[in-house]
């Protein structure tokens, strides 16, 4: 879910030579793009001298992305969760950079590795990133988190119901709207525990060494952001996956929770699923019409579920 404008601008030599030049004191000896993984940035692993590195480009109103998650690992650095180790994030002719150490002997997460293992390290990683505390107010930090947790979910709510979609799709009545409206709302207003959430947690941002799964890394923690949790993380992953999938049953066991059955759901959950699916098929209406079908199948048995409860 892009929020910078434009295309984004290709890797070339020129550019992360320039770049290395910069952050490390020598030129690229060797470049390999990584193209097909994630949506966001122009990815490549660059060889020099000093070793492989890993420079992801965009544009330069993005470096607070890069920021954001270069400082995501850095409150990492005593716990247990693995993540690559950021050299430098900046700017240079106008595209923002992140340099990191490339992890060897990293390949991501294929089909010959246990996925559910992996799902439950994650759901362990994901706990402690939750306990990690939003930067103070005021300080340099507080700017890589530019947008309150009011603030985006008014945003979302008003993206969510935009259009005529739902009534369109018979899901809604203009009553029924209204309602689910105000319900919404409370997830904008909720008093619950503030901490930083990972909206795109999958095993598709995550790596691992070989096959030794004591060594997962977590990646792209860009799109972290400040979330009441653990409720919004574990929205997140079941709107994604599937309240009763495996993957999900596995992340709340790594997360140290039990999952739930659609009939056991925690109500506050169950609001923040809603919100969730929700505003994701709003994005697919606006970004990729092609996934719309999808997100409304994903959608409607919470939604029909909810609406009968507020009757």
Not at 24 to 50: A, D, F, L, Q, Y
Not at 229 to 254: T, W
Not at 274 to 281: D, N, P
């Amino acid at each position: 879910m892009r929020d910078v404008p434009g295309a984004i601008p290709e890797n070339s030599r020129a550019l992360l030579s320039a770049i290395l030049k910069q952050v490390v004191g020598s030129e690229c000896s060797s470049i390999r793009p990584i193209k097909g993984i994630g949506m966001n940035n122009s990815v490549s692993v660059v060889e020099t001298p000093h070793g492989p590195f890993v420079v992801r480009t965009n544009v330069e109103s993005h470096l607070f992305r890069f920021q954001r998650e270069a400082w995501c690992y850095k409150q990492l650095e005593s716990s247990s969760v693995l993540t690559p180790t950021v050299v430098a994030c900046g700017v240079l002719n106008e595209h923002s950079y992140s340099v990191a150490h490339f992890i060897e002997n990293s390949q991501p997460i294929h089909d010959g590795v246990d996925q559910l293992r992996v799902w439950r390290t994650l759901g362990g990683y994901a706990r402690q990133l939750n306990q990690v505390a939003p930067p103070a107010s005021g300080s340099q930090e507080a700017a890589y988190f530019p947008m309150s947790w009011e603030k985006q979910a008014a945003d979302d709510i008003g993206l969510i119901f935009k259009t005529t979609l739902w009534r369109d799709a018979g899901m809604l009545s203009q009553e029924q709207q209204e309602q689910i409206t105000s319900y919404l709302q409370g997830c904008a207003s909720t008093t619950g525990s503030m901490g930083i959430c990972q909206f795109d947690m999958t095993i598709a941002n995550a790596v691992i060494c070989g096959d030794d799964y004591n060594k997962i890394y977590l990646l792209d923690l860009e799109s972290a952001n400040v979330a009441p949790v653990p409720r919004y993380q574990l929205a997140c992953i079941a709107a994604d996956r599937g309240l009763e999938s495996e993957p999900v049953k596995a992340f709340f066991e790594g997360y140290g929770l039990a999952s739930a059955s659609p009939d056991a759901l925690d109500p506050e959950l169950e609001r923040f699923l809603l919100y969730r699916l929700m505003r994701a098929t709003a994005w697919a209406r606006d970004r990729y019409p092609s996934l719309l079908a999808e997100n409304l199948r994903r959608t409607e048995p919470v939604l029909t579920r909810v609406v009968g409860r507020l009757r």
